[in-house]
């Protein structure tokens, strides 16, 4: 049985930090690029960031680059999200997804293989 299972959300003020995980379970972890994916209150999905399988560097949206940080730890099979310089604009339900290739449409759901329950992020003074 397949799961992922983010973590590690809540409410944090402007200019704070969080670090999201993503547990992963049921399929061969390593193979797949792993991708966070989030959807603010009223609005479509947004892709934020995603990972090779092997690891090494991340690839980010415009909207996270620099304050964002995706990374894996494969003995795990887990991946993280490291946000720094939290925004209000931040605030969004967190995804965590699964995709054995690459999509050229991050943004919808379907093109993923897996898809986790998400965890809430919500920044506010």
């Known amino acids: 049985q397949v799961q992922l299972v983010e973590s590690g959300g809540g409410l944090v003020q402007p200019g704070g930090s969080l670090r999201l995980s993503c547990s992963a379970s049921?399929?061969?972890?390593?193979?797949?690029?792993m991708y966070w994916v989030r959807q603010a209150p009223g609005k479509g999905l947004e892709w934020v960031s995603r990972i090779y399988g092997g690891g090494g560097s991340g690839f980010y949206a415009d909207s996270v680059k620099g304050r964002f940080t995706i990374s894996r730890d494969n003995a795990r099979n887990t991946i993280y999200l490291s946000m720094n310089t939290l925004k209000p604009e931040d605030t969004a339900r967190y995804y965590c997804a699964a995709r054995r290739s690459l999509t050229w449409r991050p943004d919808v759901k379907d093109e993923y293989e897996y898809w986790g329950q998400g965890t809430q992020v919500t920044v506010s003074s």
């Open positions: 049921g399929f061969t972890f390593t193979n797949y690029w």
